[in-house]
């Protein structure tokens, strides 16, 4: 059955039935969409882009390994900064998956429709950014096979978590949520799912994708209940935007080093991991819109949005720059001043910090003409731009504060090893080979929802 659906190409709004290509051919959206997952043939390429993720996995894998034999001493972590890359890697995987839950909930809460032909991608680019980011804290704490002592379980030693830790605070955030991350993501292709199943030729196929489907038949009372649970869960992931950044920002703020103990960093860590997340959305579904013809369904229009969510988000974080500049001189703080100072113009990584104020608040001014906000690769290629800059900015956050402490007898420069270089990468890879089983065995695109988005009728304008 056709289905009516409103494209955006070149600037100029066209409907009309079943309107889901460049060429606006007679495919429907649920054929455009579920031929991506039920198709027999597979591309080359996507074998190639699996095999370079798997290469990543495999990196990922070997660190893993001689991390746990040897012991973090393989990293690149001396007296004063014994805070390094686990961390700064953490804090940066958590904030790229921030736009998905953002797209998902709050917009969804907000009813803004243009968030249908992103939200799954954002979805499951945010369930793989988690699970690369819960890696690093407990590689972190040298014995990872002890792990389960953060957890309040009775024992005979009488051991509980410490409360006042922030690695028990990080641990609770972060698998909440992932854990609700995690069943919003599945609620929302309950439909899809029972639409592969009835498509699907393979009965083994058929089978798993009617397992997943829990019995969906499309009936009103199976809408009526699907609609008020995934609002519900949007309901509770929109609190867990704010939250768990926050709780993240927290294990800096609590302590007294100059540059974490600041009250500007929850607010500050918010919105630099929505500005990292929707950078890498931009990364990710760019090249997959254009390669798999999607731009029909995930139009300029989509893309101009996320670069205005950006452009917003950017200027928060420009404010937090301000913010920790203007605080360190009106402070009147000596050390809060030699911070800054170091930070700019004295220390080891000065080209750091203005690495990141090029990538973050610089690369960003051109997002004010539309022009550049419309085109595809001028985006992509600042995506990567501002994804580069929210790791600095992590590893200023970090290192710099630490490597230059209260005390000058205890100074050192900090810089990774191969290990630390090599873990990195290997989750970057695992991310990429999880992106590419996702696009090619699940639907990228939520066909339910796109089918809800009818074009409003002359009259009714």
Request: aromatic content about 18%; overall charge positive; hydrophobic content about 55%.
């Given at each position: 059955m056709s289905q009516q659906v409103r494209t955006i190409q070149g600037g100029q709004e066209y409907t009309g039935p079943g309107v889901v290509g460049p060429e606006y051919d007679n495919t429907t959206v649920t054929e455009k969409i579920s031929n991506l997952v039920l198709r027999k043939d597979t591309e080359l390429s996507w074998f190639a882009g699996v095999a370079i993720g798997a290469f990543g996995g495999l990196i990922l894998l070997v660190?893993?390994?001689?991390?746990?034999?040897?012991?973090?001493?393989?990293?690149?972590?001396?007296?004063?900064?014994?805070?390094?890359?686990?961390?700064?890697?953490?804090?940066?995987?958590?904030?790229?998956?921030?736009?998905?839950t953002l797209i998902s909930a709050i917009l969804h809460l907000m009813q803004q429709s243009w968030r249908n032909s992103i939200n799954r991608f954002a979805e499951a680019m945010t369930i793989f950014a988690v699970m690369c980011a819960g890696m690093f804290p407990l590689l972190h704490v040298g014995r990872p096979w002890l792990a389960y002592w953060l957890m309040p379980l009775p024992n005979t030693m009488a051991l509980w978590p410490q409360w006042?830790?922030?690695?028990?605070?990080?641990?609770?955030?972060?698998?909440t949520y992932f854990t609700v991350s995690l069943i919003f993501w599945y609620m929302g292709m309950i439909p899809d799912l029972g639409t592969l199943r009835d498509r699907a030729t393979n009965p083994y196929l058929r089978q798993l994708f009617g397992l997943l489907s829990m019995g969906w038949r499309g009936a009103t009372s199976h809408w009526a209940r699907y609609e008020k649970a995934y609002l519900i869960l949007?309901?509770?992931?929109?609190?867990?935007?704010?939250?768990?950044?926050?709780?993240?920002?927290?294990?800096?703020?609590?302590?007294?080093?100059?540059?974490?103990?600041?009250?500007?960093f929850p607010p500050y860590f918010v919105a630099g991991a929505v500005y990292a997340g929707f950078a890498m959305v931009l990364t990710c579904t760019i090249p997959v819109r254009k390669y798999y013809g999607l731009e029909g369904l995930i139009t300029i229009r989509h893309l101009e949005n996320m670069a205005k969510v950006t452009l917003a988000t950017g200027y928060i974080v420009i404010y937090g720059y301000a913010m920790e500049a203007f605080i360190s001189w009106y402070s009147a703080s000596p050390y809060e001043g030699f911070m800054m100072w170091n930070r700019m113009w004295s220390g080891p990584y000065w080209w750091s910090y203005w690495m990141l104020l090029f990538c973050n608040a610089?690369?960003?001014?051109?997002?004010?003409?539309?022009?550049?906000?419309?085109?595809?690769?001028?985006?992509?290629?600042?995506?990567?731009?501002?994804?580069v800059g929210m790791w600095l900015e992590r590893f200023v956050i970090v290192v710099t504060s630490l490597a230059r402490d209260y005390l000058p007898s205890s100074w050192d420069v900090y810089s990774g090893t191969v290990w630390d270089w090599s873990l990195y990468i290997g989750t970057i890879g695992f991310f990429i080979m999880m992106m590419f089983l996702f696009i090619r065995f699940l639907p990228i695109i939520p066909m339910s929802e796109m089918k809800m988005i009818l074009p409003r009728s002359k009259k009714a304008e």
């Open positions: 660190s893993v390994t001689y991390l746990v034999l040897i012991g973090t001493g393989i990293w690149g972590l001396n007296v004063p900064v014994g805070w390094g890359f686990a961390i700064i890697n953490f804090v940066w995987w958590i904030g790229i998956g921030h736009a998905g006042r830790s922030p690695l028990v605070w990080d641990v609770f955030a972060v698998s949007a309901g509770l992931s929109t609190p867990l935007v704010l939250s768990v950044h926050s709780v993240v920002s927290f294990d800096f703020a609590v302590s007294l080093v100059p540059g974490w103990h600041t009250t500007v610089f690369s960003i001014q051109f997002l004010w003409f539309k022009k550049l906000r419309r085109s595809p690769i001028f985006l992509w290629f600042l995506s990567l731009i501002v994804g």
